[in-house]
């Protein structure tokens, strides 16, 4: 079935860097855009950036600007969101979620990772 | 940046009972939004898209509205299984999106 299947949780310490990756499995990985959502504990929703697995390219939230870097493996199907100078307020679940898009109805995120916990402590 | 506000943040309410959510963005975005309910330590799950389409699965109880700048998410009849958090998202920026802060559904 269609499913994104994210790496475990992490532990870090401040000033250090985190690598979380996503695997796509049934359906043609460079067809559609990964995103990536974190939601800190208790908190809503925030959106990090995006990218094209086709092309790479990528676009990013003003703020993770320099500090966020998503990049794919397209022959193991794999997105991967790398944050630096990790900081406590990046403790948060980090979600891939995929973006669908038709021409009738426009994009959504239908279908979602499990979410990957990472943590950022002394 | 557009902006999402959700009213209200908490909802408490009973099985059966009927729940509407708002969600107003910071300037106009056609049709380009979507609802996704959350879970405790689950991922979002996508509901409606493009303000009133029924994702595949999800129960016809729920039903999306609006256009522009005002959207709603309704629930017809709670059942147990609805009381979760609410989000609204807007899509009309590619690939600039944004989440609303949330409507956490509680049993009365």
């Known amino acids: 079935q269609v499913q994104l299947v994210q790496s475990g949780a992490e532990v870090k310490k401040p000033g250090a860097s985190v690598k979380v990756s996503c695997k796509a499995s049934g359906y043609t990985f460079t067809s559609y855009d990964i995103n990536w959502v974190r939601q800190a504990t208790g908190q809503g929703l925030e959106w990090m950036g995006w990218?094209?697995?086709?092309?790479?390219?990528?676009g990013y939230a003003q703020k993770f600007q320099g500090r966020v870097t998503m990049t794919r493996n397209t022959s193991i199907s794999t997105a991967y969101m790398e944050l630096s100078s990790l900081r406590s307020e990046d403790t948060a679940v980090y979600y891939c979620?995929?973006?669908?898009?038709?021409?009738?109805?426009?994009?959504?995120?239908?279908?979602w990772g499990q979410g990957t916990m990472v943590t950022v402590s002394s | 940046d557009i902006q999402l506000t959700q009213s209200p943040s908490f909802l408490s309410a009973s099985v059966g009972d009927r729940v509407t959510i708002t969600c107003r963005a910071s300037?106009?975005?056609?049709?380009?939004l979507a609802w996704y309910q959350q879970k405790p330590g689950k991922a979002p799950k996508l509901l409606i898209y493009?303000?009133?389409t029924l994702q595949s699965g999800v129960p016809s109880r729920f039903s999306g509205s609006g256009s522009g700048t005002e959207f709603t998410l309704t629930i017809s009849s709670l059942q147990p299984e609805d009381f979760a958090t609410y989000y609204c998202?807007?899509?009309?920026?590619?690939?600039?999106?944004?989440f609303g802060q949330g409507t956490k559904l509680e049993i009365k």
């Open positions: 493009a303000a009133s």
């Open positions: 998202q807007q899509l009309n920026s590619y690939p600039w999106y944004t």
């Open positions: 300037q106009g975005i056609s049709s380009y």
């Open positions: 990218m094209n697995p086709n092309s790479g390219n990528t």
């Open positions: 979620a995929r973006r669908h898009y038709d021409f009738w109805s426009g994009p959504r995120f239908d279908i």
